[in-house]
């Protein structure tokens, strides 16, 4: 005869390790499993996603993988969302549930270099929250990262891949949406000239354990998108603000003179007529101009192209 009472058979089930149970039915995979899957992935992910990065946009960065980390969802986003910007992806039929981020120096090196014309390998960058211009622009990384990674593990290599608008914070955890559930997070380590920053996906374990993870053939040809990210890269830059410097020639002093100059002393422009303003953006000269004043303000009226160079704009793109 059973004796169980009532409260005994339902209190049974809540007594059951609930880690054993997501071993039991899927939800998580062993320690050595899932680090087996994520190697995998990533150095298959690692040269994939470099070949199809310069292709689709003309920039050439290195990817190398890089740490392995487990554990639920919301833990690995706590322990990686320094200075990075974030992101939700999908890939139709394999996973809805995938979360990017990426260190917000390389967006900033990668704005600065395609904006401003600086050399990669001379750049000295700080992390910082990104502006409204690199935010956009971080969306190429995660498209071409998102992209990259059904190439490897969908069936179906034309399944449909997006990616949500990038954001600068996570969302808390009572407004999260995505469950809290057992994940891996891999890290590739992205160079682009002086700067190295990491560019980490965070997956659902149940899905890597069921994912028969392939590594295309070398050669294979990037993404039919790549002339479309050309296209935007370009239009994003010709509609970004520049800064612009105005030098005026001065009159040439002697060395001792100038290492004497105190503040309250005059410099005589070099010209005694129209002064002559050279306009120049990055360092390069773009026009001559007039100095003019209208009202309180002085200005600069643009009279001729300065230098032989008559594609300067391609030095800003």
């Known amino acids: 005869m059973n004796t169980a009472t009532t409260h005994d058979l339902a209190r049974t089930p809540t007594d059951f390790d609930p880690q054993l149970l997501d071993l039991m039915t899927g939800a998580k995979g062993s320690a050595a499993a899932i680090d087996a899957k994520c190697q995998t992935l990533m150095n298959a992910l690692a040269p994939m996603f470099a070949t199809v990065f310069e292709k689709a946009t003309g920039v050439e960065v290195e990817a190398r993988p890089g740490d392995i980390r487990q554990g639920r969802r919301r833990e690995l986003l706590a322990a990686l969302k320094a200075d990075t910007v974030y992101c939700e992806a999908s890939i139709a039929d394999w996973s809805k549930e995938i979360a990017s981020l990426c260190g917000t120096k390389l967006i900033i090196g990668l704005v600065e270099c395609l904006l401003g014309g600086s050399d990669p390998d001379q750049l000295k960058i700080a992390s910082r929250p990104l502006s409204g211009i690199e935010l956009d622009m971080s969306l190429v990384v995660f498209e071409q990262l998102n992209d990259s990674l059904r190439e490897l593990v969908s069936a179906d290599p034309k399944a449909k891949a997006s990616v949500a608008k990038p954001q600068l914070e996570l969302p808390e955890a009572i407004d999260d949406p995505v469950p809290d559930f057992h994940a891996a997070a891999i890290t590739l380590n992205i160079g682009f000239g002086a700067v190295v920053a990491p560019l ?31 296209e935007r890269l370009s239009d994003r830059v010709s509609q970004s ?42 360092g390069k000269p773009l026009y001559t101009c007039a100095l003019g004043r209208a009202g309180t303000r002085y200005m600069v009226k643009v009279e001729k192209q300065a230098g032989p160079d008559e594609n300067w704009k391609t030095d800003f793109t």
Do not use: H, M, Y
């Not at 800064?243 to 060395?255: D, E, H, I, K, R």
């Not at 129209?274 to 990055?282: G, Q, R």
């Open 200 to 230: 980490t996906l965070i997956l659902p374990q149940a899905v890597l354990l069921k994912t028969k993870i392939t590594a295309l053939a070398k050669g294979k040809q990037a993404d039919a998108n790549a002339e479309e990210w050309a």
């Open 241 to 282: 603000p520049i800064s612009l410097q105005a030098a005026v020639a001065l009159a040439p002093l002697p060395l001792g003179d100038i290492s004497r100059l105190q503040p309250g002393d005059l410099i005589a422009f070099a010209e005694n007529g129209d002064i002559e303003v050279t306009l120049t953006a990055n």
